[in-house]
């Protein structure tokens, strides 16, 4: 099936958004009409904010209160100690989501100062984001379909609709109704862009089953103009992905699964390993492809592994990290990953241990557990901080690197 929509005139679905009025945080409510980026209201001087809806005071001290660290509603969590510079640890920028009884957070994603995430497995799901400061939640979209991989340019947020099989978009602020780009006849899952184009990975059969169908498409930008045969392989099952300006790179999630690079400009791909079980997601940097392995099943006995290996395939695949390396893990479960140029290490979460860890990215030296608890899934890199989604409690926290 081929869409082309216009990002100026595209045609509106009927699924049901608007932006956020309101904000649950906690146990209370701040509006995000006149709300500043602490998640107060621009009245009140520097430092403090208006956190319980009442415009005649500013009864927070931003600088060291706890429960409202830089922004109303960002909580210090474990006992950490608020000051000017942020939480002492872990900082819980926002929390229950989609809802505080049925909360679910999936994959998300750092743009311009702003945290956004899929939240929700069944048809009640969600698109969110909020300040990295934490404050005021901006609900962007309801009514998902088990939203899943998201990313966003200057042109939007895009996102996948797993159940949906489908594509879609809205604006930054939540103002217009989300429009579907591409409707798929099978699931869609990992998404990435830049401002030139936006990739998602299509998966034909099951979970780790290849199929006829199985692909890698380009919605090119700003026309949206969508190339559903980018990249054809019905021998894969791909799964996430991640870009760099040239190449798109992918996994193929199958029980010996494989790692793929697939240039931008012509389609072709190269296999950069092979015989990898059950790879789930992964990033780049300047020089290397990084993923994560985690067998399941009746395979789930097999090694679980942060792995990595040159972009330009010149060298075969090395572990970064394995789950042998800790001798505290009895089912390691190697989940999302991040990278970046700020510094050495390759971060990612563990739903089997659970924890947030790091390790020097040539796999020197002992795996750091940064977070210990929860469900960690989606996780992100910005400036000097990781930022993750918990599952479990539909929570989106940050710490410092």
């Known amino acids: 099936m081929r869409q082309a929509f216009g990002i100026g005139s595209m045609v509106c679905v009927a699924l049901m958004t608007a932006a956020a009025c309101t904000s649950v945080l906690g146990d209370f409510t701040v509006s995000e009409a006149g709300a500043s980026s602490a998640g107060g209201s621009d009245a009140c001087a520097t430092g403090t904010a208006d956190c319980d809806g009442n ?23 474990d006992g950490g100690t608020c000051r000017a510079t942020g939480c002492s640890g872990v ?45 005021a939640v901006t609900t962007l979209a309801v009514g998902q379909n088990a939203p899943y991989g998201i990313s966003v340019n200057k042109h939007g947020v895009f996102w ?16 217009r109704e989300p429009e579907v780009l591409f409707n798929s006849d099978f699931a869609t899952l990992g998404v990435a862009a830049d401002d030139n184009a936006v990739f998602w990975a299509q ?30 392989d019905n021998n894969v099952s791909p799964h996430l992905i991640a870009i760099d300006p040239e190449h798109v790179y992918w996994v193929d999630r199958s029980l010996r699964g ?8 012509t389609g072709e791909t190269r296999r950069l390993a092979q015989e990898q079980p059950f790879p789930y997601a992964i990033a780049v940097d300047d020089d290397h492809v ?13 090694l679980s592994a942060v792995m990595r290996a040159p972009k330009d395939g010149s060298e075969d695949a090395e572990a970064v990290w394995t789950a042998t390396e800790d001798d505290d893990v009895a089912h390691a479960s190697p989940d999302c990953i991040a990278v970046d140029g700020l510094d050495g290490f390759v971060y990612w979460t563990d739903q089997g241990s659970p924890r947030v860890m790091r390790k020097h990215k040539d796999g020197t030296g ?11 899934r989606g996780i992100a890199l ?20």
């Open 160 to 175: 996948s609709n797993l159940n949906d099989k489908d594509v879609l978009m809205v604006d930054r602020d939540g103002a």
């Open 290 to 302: 990084y993923w994560t392995n985690s067998p399941r099943g009746d395979h789930a006995s097999e």
């Open 203 to 232: 998966r034909a059969a099951g979970i780790g089953t290849p199929g006829d169908g199985s692909l890698i498409g380009q919605i090119t930008m700003p026309d949206a103009e969508v190339d559903e045969r980018f990249h054809e």
């Open 366 to 376: 002992r795996a750091r557990p940064l977070y210990e608890g929860g469900t960690p």
């Open 55 to 77: 415009p005649d005071d500013c009864e927070v001290n931003l600088l060291d209160d706890p429960q409202n660290c830089g922004a109303c509603g960002a909580v210090c969590l």
């Open 91 to 135: 900082t819980e920028i926002a929390r229950g989501f989609p809802s505080i009884e049925a909360p679910n957070a999936n994959l998300l994603t750092v743009y311009q100062r702003e945290v956004y995430w899929t939240a929700g497995e069944g048809t009640d799901g969600s698109v969110q984001k909020v300040s990295i400061a934490g404050g």
């Open 382 to 401: 910005a400036g000097g901080f990781v930022y993750w989604a918990d599952e479990g409690s539909g929570t989106i926290r940050k710490l410092p690197r």
């Open 258 to 265: 494989s790692v793929n690079r697939t240039h931008r400009a």
